[in-house]
């Protein structure tokens, strides 16, 4: 199967303003769930949900009216859940290149009408770039199960 990004790209609005005039992480954050969504629905061709998005850093605010591009990629995939690596990038309108702003990976499960998992196709990864994002996502889900112990007694 094909895992090509999907990308999306938009011009921020004046309504995504944060009180410092930047971009709102909230609106940030919407943007990587809604790439997620895509990419996850395209590759299992299933409606798919968010069950967790971890890491998210933000490196550089994003200005009104700069052009936004998300680009999500599978990175992992398990029996129902797909490891979704989703980088943000602006660029003011006269500048040719982008800068990237944010990255995070997001998890998502297939799911039927009921919302019983389904099984999602397997990803194998094939380029060296590939094989080191499969063993980011695999690292990344050893320190989640860390934290989770971590957290119980507070839950």
Known sequence: MDNKPVTFQFISEPSDVNYGGNVHGGSVMKWIDQAGYACATTWSGNYSVTVYVGGIRFYEPIK????VKVEAQVIYTGSSSMHISINVFSRNLKQPTFDKKTHCIIVFVAVDENGKKLPVPKWIPETEEEIQQ????KRLMELRTQIEDEMKPFL
């Not at 009104?64 to 052009?67: A, F, H, M, P, V």
């Open 64 to 67: 009104i009216g700069e052009i």
């Open 134 to 137: 499969e063993k980011y996502a």
